[in-house]
């Protein structure tokens, strides 16, 4: 089944140590979201590619920054952790044609920051 | 930012019963999502109302759309234990790939 997969479903890093989620669909959708969502919380948009054009929420914190090497993949780089990051990430997909809207999530990574 | 407002934050109900939930916005929109997210979970996609329409069916789910109310309410018929989950209604503005998510009305249906 075409389907966006996120990988881990569980992370653990250190304060201040490097980390990266992985993102894959297999539903060739051009459109590839990043959401961080706390406990009990929305989920914040923030940001995404249009093909290969990035987008960046304004509001989103310089420590994250993203890639996406072809439409299959989008990765989530979290440069130094804060204990504030800890939460849920959510990849998304969606196609861009006309009265198509809707997107398609993973079922997230939850990282946590000790 | 376009973003919804979901009324009540949480509702319990038995099973059986109807469960309504509501969704306000600010400014103009193309079109209003609504997902379902269950507990430590992706989101679902359940429905899409564009402007244009006022109602729309799926299945037990009913949504409605009064745009000179900025308003959407999504309606749950017969619920079962299996619809506890967070729902969260996503305004969609004209020209834009982005969804600006509310903040969610949390459903427990008892069995």
């Known amino acids: 089944d075409a389907m966006v997969i996120q990988n881990p479903r569980y992370q653990v890093t250190q304060f201040g140590k490097p980390v990266t989620l992985s993102c894959s669909q297999t539903?060739?959708?051009?459109?590839m979201y990043w959401y961080q969502q706390k406990s009990s919380q929305a989920p914040k948009l923030l940001f995404h590619y249009y093909d290969k054009d990035f987008n960046n929420e304004a509001d989103t914190p310089d420590n994250f920054q993203s890639r996406r090497p072809n439409t299959s993949f989008c990765f989530l780089d979290i440069r130094s952790p804060g204990l504030g990051d800890a939460a849920m990430y959510l990849c998304?997909?969606?196609?861009?044609?006309?009265?198509?809207?809707?997107?398609?999530f993973g079922p997230g990574t939850r990282l946590t920051v000790t | 930012s376009q973003q919804g407002e979901e009324d009540p934050q949480a509702l319990s109900i038995q099973e059986g019963e109807n469960a309504t939930m509501n969704c306000s916005y600010k400014?103009?929109?193309?079109?209003l999502q609504w997902y379902r997210q269950n507990s430590g979970r992706g989101l679902v996609h359940l429905i899409l109302i564009r402007s244009n329409e006022r109602e729309k069916h799926s299945g037990r789910l009913r949504v409605t759309l009064d745009t000179s109310k900025k308003s959407s309410s999504l309606l749950i018929t017969a619920s079962r234990a299996a619809d506890t989950a967070s729902y969260f209604c996503a305004p969609s503005a004209y020209n834009t790939d982005k969804l600006i998510f509310g903040t969610g009305t949390r459903l427990q249906v008892f069995p």
């Open positions: 400014t103009s929109i193309n079109n």
């Open positions: 539903l060739n959708h051009n459109v």
């Open positions: 998304a997909t969606s196609i861009r044609t006309s009265g198509s809207y809707e997107q398609y």
